[in-house]
């Protein structure tokens, strides 16, 4: 249920300053509240706003930390390696990106293996920084410590919720940025049914039996009606997406951002948090010999938006497309925010003395 519409520039600046106070730099905490803001404005709220307390958690228990920074274990050619020693993952990952789209300037192409980043959040961010640089972007990753998925076949926990995303400069601005977990649905998804939101579709989880249900209890178990859900408590789990198909991208992501990079695919026990993520970044420059690749990407993003919308749908959309309508009517009209998750944030504001007007931030 949605309560309140917030006004984001300034509740950005109320995140910005909890970060501030639990010690980050000022350019991980500028960095990191506005990837949070964005989230939420792009419509990801899972990996937005809502996050900041748990983020203080976090800062507070050594998930994740300040001030660590990225640290370069290989650089060959257009090859990086880099540890983020389980820092503030979206300025990491931003660094990182960086640092591949340099790469990729120089080679035309960057590949860069980045291991233990904090929460890295939304990954499509990353595709839209090298599209905005004006190059195409591959990434893959994986979410150690965070067993939440059953690959297709078994009813056992073997993945994390592993994002993938591709973008795709477009000429203009409307890049071709998709970005999607390989679970069905996203945890925070699941988390919103089990307090009484939007239900899940069914089939979306799986029980320990192996019968796909959409009930939460199979995720966070007798936690479910608690202050704070835990989605270990549950012995079921999320199911991968598009059947055998999209469960084996699910495991690529364990193996190509978890295993290749250094960060650890998940496994059976108990593993450190850490989001692994490799990027594959290119310059169409290098490959366009014909000159033809802006022209190219453009009328067949075109062919697509253009096709006749099937019954039930009302317009055809390219991947990155609702993103950006969600941000447009977010913006002016503010960031659906239900009630519990505003105080919490306001909570944590009040805690650590960083001025926050309820009054100011809820628009209307
Ligand atoms: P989603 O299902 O909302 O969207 C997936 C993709 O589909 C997007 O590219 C979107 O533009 C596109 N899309 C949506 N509706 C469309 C339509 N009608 N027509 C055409 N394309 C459409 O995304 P999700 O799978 O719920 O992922 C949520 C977010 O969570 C992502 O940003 C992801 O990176 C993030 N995530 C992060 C982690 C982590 O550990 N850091 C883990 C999992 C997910």
Known sequence: MTDHRIDSARLQAVIEGILLADDCTPDEASTVADHLVMASLSGHDSHGVIRTPRYHIWLGDGTINAKRPLTTIMDSGPLL???????????????????????????????????????????????????????????????????????????????????????????????????????????????????????????????????????????????????????????????????????????????????????????????????????????????DDTNGFAREVADYLAFVRDSPPAAGVEQVLAPGDKERALRIDRRTNGLPMPEPVLANILAVAKELGVPADRNTLVMG
């Open 81 to 287: 390696q880099l540890d983020g020693g389980d820092g503030m993952g979206q300025w990491l990952a931003r660094e990182a990106t960086v640092m591949g789209i340099a790469k990729a300037r120089e080679h035309g192409i960057g590949l860069v293996a980045l291991r233990r980043a904090g929460h890295i959040g939304r990954i499509g961010a990353y595709a839209e920084q090298a599209c905005k640089a004006g190059f195409a972007s591959i990434h893959f990753c994986n979410v150690n410590g965070s067993l939440l998925v059953a690959p297709f076949g078994t009813a056992r926990r073997c993945a994390g919720t592993n994002p993938i995303a591709v973008g795709i400069p477009y000429p203009g601005g409307e890049d071709f940025i998709l970005d999607l977990a390989t679970s069905l649905v996203a945890e925070g998804k699941a988390l919103v049914a089990g307090t009484g939101g939007k239900p899940l579709p069914e089939g979306a989880l799986i029980d320990a039996d192996g019968h796909h249900t959409a009930d939460p209890f199979a995720l966070y178990g007798n936690s479910l009606g608690t202050p704070n859900p835990d989605p270990r408590e549950g012995t079921g789990a999320l199911r991968a997406m598009g059947d055998h198909k999209g469960s084996g991208l699910a495991l690529a992501c364990e193996l190509l951002a978890g295993a290749l990079t250094g960060n650890g695919a998940n496994g059976p026990g108990e593993k450190p948090f850490g989001n692994g993520l490799l990027s594959i970044i290119l310059d169409p420059a290098t490959f």
